[in-house]
């Protein structure tokens, strides 16, 4: 079971009052805070041991070498993979999904091929398939989420079809908290030869991965929302993928040899990691997982089921506050808006001067606004470090909202 309050004694941040009140910070599907770990992690990587790393032969160099690549298996093991050569490391989801749309979508896909997306993706699996659209005649097939924002992994099945070449998927909306069946999703594809990317952006933080027992060609984590720097993530693409991308970016460390009239390329996973890495922020976002698996991903998504037990308790009470998203076993993110007038940027504001920080807007998630029927919503993402207390001083700024646009 997790002990709250000696995790919240990890967070330095959150000892600080805004507008003098106590933070209560419930922006975690934007950005989660970071434990002194990871701060002390960065701090000595900068201060005490920072060389560039690879083919450095002094002393720091070695250092800074061995604890960079320390954190591709720390990656693996965090994400269920055995082999860790399947883990490249790079700037987060965003870099990750555009690698997939150049290196492989990019080669293999002709005109008039689909690729399958739920209407709840981020615009990270969104945009770079629209660039495909526009440059290469792609087409984009869309399955819409149930009244409830569920997802039903049945009807992502039933929608592929001959010309689909790819699924790409997110494993749990930012917006709505919907977890989705990617395994049966994933299993099934295979079955019908579809490869599928699964957007773990949101997912990963949440719940324990198993990925060899998933079944996914592509898996993309971004480590900021992981509890460690931003600027850091990873991607795992299986072998048999590996083997058909092509590079997506030149420079150095993805080379064997260059020469003037030739260059061949190193062995995946460097192949596709050109030019000086994130150096500190990897080895941030690698004691980042570290401190999430001592604590234990089970005893978080147990601590985190129930505050959304309890906010869906507490919010539901408000009758005059519209959630957008009432699925079976989500997360506890949740997206509203109020009755009349009151804009999503008008509650977040008043929300701050009580000390809570939620997020307002599209969320990146333009579609579902659409297919939402609303421009924006406020949306409280809550993580492990947050109380049953908090939510009560969440509903207590959503009342005085209520009264001021009453």
Known sequence: MLDVNRVRADFPILSRQV??????????????????VVIDAVTRAYSDEYANVHRGLHTLSNIATEKYEAVRGIIARFLGVADERQIILNSGTTEGINMVAYSWAMPHLQAGDEIL???????????????????????????????????????????????TRLVAITQLSNVLGTRVDVRAL?????????????????GAVHAAQNLDDMGCDFYVITGHKLYGPSGSGAIFVRNERLAEMRPFMGGGDMIREVHKDCVTYADPPMKFEAGTPGIVQAIGLGAALEYLMDLGMDNIAAHEDRLRDYAVERLSGLNWLNLQGTAPDMAAIFSF???????????????????????????CAGPLMDHLGVTATCRASMGLYNTEAEIDTLVEALELAHDLFA
């Open 117 to 163: 997306l739920s209407v709840m993706e981020h615009h990270a699996n969104i945009v770079p398939w629209h660039f495909l659209r526009e440059r290469c005649g792609v087409v984009l097939k869309w399955v819409d989420t149930e009244p409830d924002g569920s997802l039903d992994a049945g009807k992502v099945i039933d929608a592929i079809g001959p010309r």
């Open 19 to 36: 507008n003098g009140k106590p933070l209560v910070y419930l922006d975690n599907g934007a950005s989660a805070q970071k434990p002194r």
């Open 186 to 202: 994933c299993h099934a594809a295979r079955e019908k030869g579809v490869p599928v990317l699964v957007d773990g952006s949101q």
């Open 337 to 363: 808006t109020l009755d009349g007038a009151a804009h999503a940027h008008d509650i977040s504001t008043i929300l701050d001067k009580k000390g809570v920080a939620v997020r307002a807007g599209h969320h």
